[in-house]
């Protein structure tokens, strides 16, 4: 099986669900929310010209998020390692990152990856990823070095 220009759009369009999550918990919270404007390449290689410079950002921190498949919970992560993100996309990001939050399937808790304080723990692993058909390397941490939010919809008066 490999990707197809539907499937990316399709998780491309999706993936916008996620962050709308984050940056609602954000503003609740207090920060200064913004969502850069996205747009999608129309071919693969134009896919570098259309690189984003962040899902959110909140209070100027820079923030990735990563909605998976996987239901979880709070503060019980499903896997050994979190996947962070690829490690090529991390190396070449600029500004890079100051957080990602790992949003669990019904967008109700995330783990969160703290940049500044995690990145001398990250470890680089090699993954496959059977719906692209390719393999790839990808930094992940162990899950003690995670944080943890509730990602609660309702405003802070």
Known sequence: LTMTSFDFESRFRASRKA???VALYLLNRGHTVTLPKRQMAKTFAERKDYADKGDVYASG??????HI???FDYQTWPFPTAAICTEKSFDAADPR???YYIV???MTVAALVDVKTTFPDWKVHRITDKLRGYDYEVYAVEPEYLGWR???WDEKL
């Open 19 to 21: 962050e709308m999550a």
């Open 61 to 66: 921190r820079r923030i990735e998020v990563k």
């Open 69 to 71: 498949k996987h239901d």
């Open 97 to 99: 990152p100051d957080y």
């Open 104 to 106: 669990n399937a019904p």
């Open 150 to 152: 509730h990602l609660d």
